[in-house]
């Protein structure tokens, strides 16, 4: 089955950092740009940050830019966010995205 | 960055009744390529996001064939030709020409 399932999600205080995962199963991982995407409670959808296929090419947005680090391991078909600094604004569910396939969302919660 | 608007922000809709969300972007999103970067998502109650439309008017597989999108260089529609119960949920549209990628705000829909 085509999946990403995201994991690393939970309660860290302003400032904290936390590492986001997730995993690509059922297509060739390697072969895709892939993408990381929040959603705030109740509110819509932000892009966060897009890596291409060989990691050459990283994208951020300006929102989390110096503070959000993507990364991928295509040998393990994985896709991470590094967050540092972490505000109590970064508060969401975040996704890992490839065009039409998107992950169930891991919740992270920034609060003291 | 290209900011994207969506009208109307909530549509209530009669079960078998046509839909349509208007989508405009404050710059062309014709690509360097050619192509014209626009997508269109749906967001159900408590699911994650799942695209529906890529490139102004290509179906996504399983996509119902009563959704079709239209439109040109900053102004798209999302159509709905009879809307059942399952469509109820909000629908982003999203540009993938420029960076930052960046959403509407989302419409929600659900029945009268």
């Known amino acids: 089955e085509v999946q990403l399932v995201e994991f690393g999600g939970g309660l860290v205080q302003p400032g904290g950092s936390l590492r986001l995962s997730c995993a690509a199963s059922?297509?060739?991982?390697?072969?895709?740009?892939m993408n990381w995407v929040r959603q705030a409670p109740g509110k819509g959808l932000e892009w966060v940050s897009h890596?291409?296929?060989?990691?050459?090419?990283?994208y951020y947005a300006d929102s989390v830019k110096g503070r959000f680090t993507i990364s991928r391991d295509n040998a393990k078909n994985s896709l991470y966010l590094q967050m540092n600094s972490l505000r109590d604004e970064d508060t969401a569910v975040y996704y890992c995205?490839?065009?039409?396939?998107w992950g169930q969302g891991t919740m992270v919660t920034v609060s003291s | 960055d290209v900011v994207m608007t969506q009208s109307p922000l909530s549509l209530p809709v009669t079960l078998g009744q046509p839909a349509s969300i208007s989508c405009r972007s404050s710059?062309?999103?014709?690509?360097?390529?050619?192509?014209?970067?626009l997508n269109w998502f749906q967001q159900r109650p408590g699911q994650s996001p799942r695209r529906l439309i890529y490139?102004?008017?290509n179906r996504d597989s399983g996509v119902p064939d009563r959704f079709s999108g239209s439109g040109s260089g900053t102004d798209f529609t999302l159509k709905i030709s009879r809307v059942e119960a399952e469509d109820v949920g909000v629908y982003f549209c999203?540009?993938?020409?420029?960076?930052?990628?960046?959403f509407g705000p989302g419409t929600k829909v659900d029945i009268k």
């Open positions: 995205m490839r065009g039409y396939l």
């Open positions: 890596i291409d296929k060989s990691s050459s090419t990283k």
């Open positions: 059922g297509f060739t991982f390697s072969s895709y740009n």
């Open positions: 999203m540009q993938g020409t420029h960076w930052p990628r960046t």
């Open positions: 710059q062309s999103l014709v690509h360097s390529d050619g192509n014209t970067y």
């Open positions: 490139k102004v008017s």
